[in-house]
C-alpha cells in the first residue's frame, strides 16, 4: 500500500494502539496487579471493530486476484490457528478458538463475492448491516463448538478473545462497501486534495503497515513486561 493510503495506515495502526492498551490493562487485571479496571465494564469492543472495518476496506484497496484473496485469507487463518495453540499451552481454560485473526482470515475468504468492482457498494453494506442485525436475534442463545464461529456458543464457553463471524464479518463488510464507497478510483474522495504523507504520521503509519506480526508479537510482549516488573504477581497466578 503506498503513501496515497497513509490515512488507512494511520487508522489501522490507531486502532492496534487502541488493542495494546486494552490487552496491557487486562493482563495488568488478569495478574490481580490492578484492580480498578473490568474487561466485563470496559470493553476493548471500539478498538477490535475499528480494526476489522479497516481490514474490510484494505481488501477492496489491496485489488488483489481471487487467488490473491483467498491466500491471505488462508494465511490470517494460520496465524490464529498459531495463537489457538499457545493459548491452549499456556491458558486451557480460556484458550482462543475464534479470536479476531480467525474472524478476519474467514471474513476476507467469505468476502470475495463482494469484493468484485461489479458490485456496487451498497451491496455488501446492506448484507454487512443484516449480519450485525442477526446478531441481536442470537443474543443470549447457546449452540455446540461447531456453531461458536456463528455467535452461537456452547453453554459455559470461556475464551481470552471471541469474535464470532456473526456480527463481526458484517463490520468487515461494512469496511469492504465504505472502501468501494469512498475510493471508488484508487483515491479517496474525501481526501484526494491532501498532499504525501506527512512525517508525523510515519510512526503510527509504520505500525498501521506492519499490523500483524505487531498484533502476533506484542501480548506475548506485554506479558513477559508485566513478569520482569511484576515477577511475584506472574508467578503467584501460574503456581
Known amino acids: 500500500m503506498g503513501d496515497r493510503y497513509y490515512e488507512v495506515d494511520a487508522v489501522r495502526g490507531s486502532a492496534l494502539f487502541l488493542m495494546v492498551l486494552y490487552h496491557i490493562l ?5 495478574f490481580g496487579i490492578i484492580d480498578w479496571f473490568n474487561p466485563y465494564v470496559i470493553s476493548g469492543a471500539f ?15 489491496a485489488n488483489r486476484k481471487p487467488s490473491g484473496v483467498l491466500k491471505r485469507g488462508v494465511q490470517l487463518i494460520a496465524c490464529g490457528m498459531i495463537i489457538t495453540a499457545v493459548t491452549w499451552i499456556v491458558y486451557p481454560q480460556g484458550f482462543v478458538i475464534f479470536g479476531i485473526l480467525h474472524l478476519i482470515g ?7 463475492p463482494f469484493l468484485s468492482k461489479k458490485v456496487v457498494w451498497y451491496i455488501p453494506a446492506v448484507f454487512g448491516a443484516a449480519v450485525i442485525g442477526l446478531s441481536f436475534f442470537l443474543d443470549g442463545h447457546t449452540g455446540s ?5 456463528f455467535g452461537l456458543p456452547y453453554a459455559g464457553f470461556v475464551s481470552l ?13 461494512l469496511g469492504a462497501a465504505a472502501g468501494k464507497l469512498l475510493y471508488p478510483s484508487g483515491r479517496c474522495r474525501l481526501l484526494s486534495r491532501l498532499p504525501a504523507m506527512p512525517s508525523m504520521f510515519r510512526p503510527v503509519c509504520f505500525v498501521g503497515r506492519h499490523t500483524l506480526i505487531i498484533y502476533m508479537l506484542y501480548v506475548p510482549v506485554i506479558i513477559l513486561a508485566v513478569f520482569l516488573i511484576f515477577p511475584d504477581a506472574v508467578l503467584s497466578f501460574l503456581f
Not at 26 to 30: G, I, P, Q, S, V
Not at 106 to 112: A, Q, V
Not at 145 to 149: K, N
Open 47 to 61: 478498538g477490535a471493530a475499528v480494526f476489522i472495518l479497516v481490514a474490510g476496506l484494505s481488501l477492496v484497496l
Open 26 to 30: 487486562f493482563c495488568l487485571f488478569f
Open 106 to 112: 474467514f471474513g476476507t475468504i467469505l468476502s470475495l
Open 161 to 173: 478473545d471471541y469474535e464470532p463471524l456473526i456480527p463481526w464479518f458484517g463490520v468487515l463488510l
Open 145 to 149: 463448538l461447531l456453531l461458536l464461529p
